[in-house]
């Protein structure tokens, strides 16, 4: 099974900071990583697949990068409504989640 | 606009059973495949099980592998999850959810809002 290590766990920031979040794959997932944006009470919301592209209605804010076992999102300048728990997502065998990491208000 | 409905959770007994349903809406229903994933309290989300969207590909998390059944019925727009042998450790909010394209492995472009199973005796 393929397990996907997310760093930090928590991050605090504040509203204009530029904020970068880790993925780690335990083996080669390629470019199949997705991430998503959880609010609480809300259903999760695909920001990202295949690493980098954007998904449809998605803020250019957010980006991501990487291949092979190591990946990020960034966002650029942190919107209040961006406050949100972040999840990465490997589809390369099956599918795996990390842990997650939340980003609150500094 | 594109809806996942879950209904069918509630609070079953170690060893009972439960039939999970996901009313789709809003799009094309056989033309993509389907999850079913799961968040325990305080836990983060498990993949459980997919299937494609004319059943030929179906796929199952080793931890419900034997004991959950997933279905599909095209022609109501439905999505099923049979829960047999529940555990404790079952106990979780389940979502559906589309994948975004129609091959066997893609991101989820859309989920529901849940629906909470909750094993206990």
């Known amino acids: 099974d393929i397990q996907m290590t997310q760093s930090p766990s928590t991050l605090s920031a504040s509203v204009g900071d530029r904020v970068t979040i880790t993925c780690r794959a335990s083996?080669?997932?390629?470019?199949?990583l997705a991430w998503y944006q959880r609010k609480p009470g809300k259903a999760p919301k695909l920001l990202i697949y295949k690493t980098s592209s954007l998904e449809s209605g998605v803020p250019s804010r957010f980006s991501g990068s990487g291949s092979g076992t190591e990946f990020t999102l960034t966002i650029s300048s942190l919107q209040p409504d961006d406050f949100a728990t972040y999840y990465c997502q490997q589809y390369s065998s099956y599918w795996t989640f990390g842990q997650g990491t939340k980003v609150e208000i500094k | 606009e594109v809806q996942l409905v879950e209904s069918g959770g509630g609070l079953v007994k170690p060893g009972g059973s439960l039939r999970l349903s996901c009313a789709a809406s809003g799009f094309t229903f056989s033309s993509y495949t389907m999850s079913w994933v799961r968040q325990a309290p305080g836990k983060g989300l498990e993949w459980v099980s997919f299937i494609s969207n004319h059943n030929k590909y179906i796929y199952y998390a080793d931890s419900v592998k034997g004991r959950f059944t997933i279905s599909r019925d095209n022609a109501k727009n439905s999505l099923y999850l049979q829960m047999n042998s529940l555990r404790a450790e079952d106990t979780a909010v389940y979502y559906c959810?589309?994948?975004?394209?129609?091959?066997?492995?893609?991101?989820?472009?859309?989920w529901g809002q849940g629906t909470m199973v909750t094993v206990s005796s």
């Open positions: 959810a589309r994948g975004r394209q129609p091959t066997d492995s893609d991101a989820f472009d859309f």
């Open positions: 083996q080669s997932i390629s470019t199949w």
